[in-house]
C-alpha cells in the first residue's frame, strides 16, 4: 500500500504520519522504523542554509528558549518578530575578550584625517600676526562661500572650513604668490579639490630649468645608442618616407593655458599633488572625447582617439578650457595697461596682460542681471589650435632656413592660415549660444529683497560654472563634472579608413601555372635556339681558320 502522506519514501519524515508510526502513539508497533523515520527528520531540520549559514533545528530551539525565558503575552501573536530577534541576535559582534572592543565610527574617522588641519606647527602664531599685518596669499574661502550660498551654491561650511585650512597648509608649504579656490570636480570614486596658484617669480622657472636639463642628458645617451646601432647593422630594410606633422610645442609656464599652476587632492587633509603643465595635443584631444573622473591621478584614459596621457593629464586639460571659458569679471574691474596701450603682438592675438583698475565704480545688481554685456571674460580664449597664442609649426629659424635651403622647394606645406580668437576682456553678450539655450544665464539671489542680493551668472555652456559679483567684490567657482553641455548624445570621432591593399599590376601579381603543350613549345623554342647559337660558333671557327691560313700565304 502507498501512503497518502505530504513525504515520498525518499524523503525524510516518511511515514511519520501513517498509522502506527505517529510519535503519539502510545503502542509502538515497529519502533526501529519510528526512530529512522526521527532521525531523517531531524537530518532535514539540521540542514544548514546555502544563505545565511543557519538551519532550521537551532533556530526554533533558540526560539522556544527565548519564549520560555521571557514568557511574553501572546507569544503566538509576535511570534514572527521573536524568529527576527533570534536572527540578529545570532548576527551581532560577540565580545569574547576582557574589555568591549571600541567601535570605530565612520565619523572618528573621518576626523582622524582632518586632524592635522587643526594642528599648529610651533611659532605659527607670530606668523600669522605678521601675515595679518602684510598681504597673504591665501583667500578668504567662507568669504566667497557666504556670497555663492545666497544662491544655494556651494559646498556645506564644515567642507568649507575644511577647504580654507587645506589652502592654509598648501601656502605654508609653497611658494605661493596668489592662491584661489578653484572649485571641486566630482569623480565615480573619489572627487577632486582643486587650487589655483601662481608662484614667485623665479620659484617656478628652477623647475623648468632642471626638467629641461633632464631633457637633453636622455637626448644625448640617445645618440649614442643610434650610432651604436647603425655601426652593427650594415643592411637596413627600407625606410617609411611618410613623416609625421609636427609637434606643436606647449606655451611657457606663466603664460597661455599654462598661466596657473594647479593643486589637486581628493579630501582636505590630505597631500596636494601638482598637476603637470597641459600640452595642445592633449587640449585637441580632450575637445573630441568624453570621459568621467575616477579620481584617481595615475588612471590610465581609455579613449579614441587615444588620450596621451593618463587622468592627470586630461584633469589639467579640462581645468584650462573650464577657465578659458568661465573666467569672468565685471566689466571695468580690469583693463590694459597704459604701456602696452600701443603695443600689439605680432602674432594678432591681442594683448594677455591687464591690471586692476583702482578708479573701478561697481554697477548695480539689476544692472548686472539685466545686460551680459556688464560682464566681461579675463581669461584667453583657447585656439583649435591648443594653444591660446597661434604658433606656425613650419616656421624655422636663421640657422634651420640656411640648412634647408639647398632642399627641394616642392616639399614645402601650404601656408597655414594663422587663426585668431576673441580678445581679452570681450563681453559675455557676444558669446555664441548653444541653439535656442543663451551662453549664459543672469538672476539676482533674491527677489524678495532685491537691495541686498547679489548677482549671479551661470554658464550654460559648461553645467557648473558660477560667478557672483556684489558691490566691488565677485569670484568664479566650479562644481561639476567637468563635462561641457552637448545638446545631442556624445558620438566619439570614427576611426580612420582601413589602409588600401597594394596596387595589382604585372610586378605583384603572381604568374599562372603553364599547360603540358605549352612547356614543351617552350622546351622546342630553346633547343632551336641552342642549335642555331652552335651552329653560328661553327661558322665562325670556319672563318677564322681561312683568315689564318691567308695571313700565312
Known sequence: ERGHGPYQPHEPGYGLYQPGYSPYDDQIRDPKSRMLAIQNAKAYLLKSSTTSGLNLYDHLANMLTKILDEQPTNAVDIIENISKDVKWAQLQKKMDTLRDEHEILPTFEAAE????????????????????????????????????????????????????????????????????????????????IIA??????????????????????????????????????????????????????KEENGTGANKYVYFVCNEPGKPWVKLPPVTP??????????????????????????????????????IARISAGTQISPIGFYQFAEEEGEEEEEGGGGRDTYEENPDFQPLSVAEMVDSLATWVHHGQSILKQGRCVWLNPFQKSEEEEEEDEEEEKAEEPDELQQEIGPPLLTPLSEDEGIQNIPAWTAQPSSNLIPQYAVAILQSNRWPGAYAFASGKKFDNIYFGWGHKYSPENHTPALPPPVQAEYPSGPETTE?????????????????????????????EEVVEDDEEEEEED
Not at 585637441?284 to 579613449?303: N, Y
Not at 601555372?513 to 632551336?528: H, I, Q, V, W, Y
Request: overall charge negative; charged content about 35%.
Open 113 to 192: 584625517k582632518r586632524k592635522a588641519l587643526f594642528l599648529k606647527a610651533n611659532g605659527e602664531g607670530d606668523e600669522e600676526l605678521e601675515e595679518e599685518i602684510g598681504e597673504t596669499p591665501l583667500p578668504n574661502v567662507m568669504e566667497t562661500a557666504f556670497y555663492f550660498e545666497q544662491a544655494g551654491i556651494g559646498l556645506s561650511k564644515d567642507e568649507s572650513y575644511h577647504v580654507f585650512l587645506a589652502l592654509k597648509k598648501l601656502t605654508s608649504v609653497q611658494p605661493i604668490q596668489t592662491c584661489r579656490f578653484w572649485g571641486k570636480i566630482l569623480g565615480l570614486e573619489m572627487n577632486y
Open 196 to 249: 589655483e596658484v601662481q608662484y614667485h617669480e623665479g620659484e617656478e622657472e628652477e623647475e623648468t630649468e632642471e626638467e629641461e636639463v633632464i631633457e637633453e642628458g636622455g637626448k644625448g645617451m640617445g645618440e649614442v645608442e643610434d650610432e651604436d646601432e647603425k655601426k652593427e647593422k650594415e643592411d637596413e630594410p627600407p625606410k617609411s618616407t611618410y613623416k609625421p606633422p609636427p609637434v606643436i610645442p
Open 281 to 318: 595635443a592633449q587640449i585637441v584631444c580632450a575637445r573630441k572625447i568624453k570621459k568621467f573622473f575616477t579620481g584617481r591621478l595615475d588612471a590610465p584614459v581609455v579613449s579614441f582617439p587615444p588620450f596621451p596621457g593618463n587622468e592627470a593629464n586630461y584633469l589639467r586639460a579640462q
Open 511 to 539: 604568374t599562372r601555372d603553364p599547360t603540358l603543350e605549352e612547356e614543351l613549345a617552350f622546351k622546342a623554342a630553346t633547343e632551336e635556339a641552342l642549335a642555331a647559337a652552335e651552329d653560328e660558333e661553327d661558322e
